[in-house]
């Protein structure tokens, strides 16, 4: 059974909670662009912490029979991009984060609210 691109992202919102990321945002491009769904954005404070978040994207991936189109950056540990298909995950590290301001980027996208 092919996973709903909003159940995705609530997997990996949950999975990225659970690694303790910092400042989590998430963007809805449905209409905005043709790349993804959904970018989730976050930080950690150390490459393991970022690293680690992006293991726990990938695990999630997986469990759910969801293949992974990308990672870039995982070895770096700066910027982690994780491609999802309909959800795409940047996972930074804190002290790169403000400096790319993806979300100034997409500053058309709504931001969804998580409960």
Not at 77 to 88: M, S
Request: proline share 2%.
């Amino acid at each position: 059974m092919k996973v709903t691109p909003d159940h995705l992202l609530n997997e990996v919102v949950k999975a990225v909670e659970d690694k303790k990321a910092h400042n989590l945002v998430v963007l809805n491009l449905k209409g905005i662009s043709l790349v993804a769904d959904y970018f989730v954005i976050c930080h950690g404070n150390s490459d393991t912490q970022v690293q680690a978040i992006a293991h726990e994207v990938r695990k999630v991936a997986n469990e759910h029979n969801v293949p992974l189109r990308g990672l870039e950056g995982f070895d770096a540990a700066r910027w982690v991009l994780v491609d999802l298909g309909d959800v795409v995950v940047h996972i930074f590290h804190r002290d790169e984060r403000e400096y790319y301001n993806i979300e100034r980027l997409w500053s058309d996208a709504k931001v969804v609210e998580l409960v």
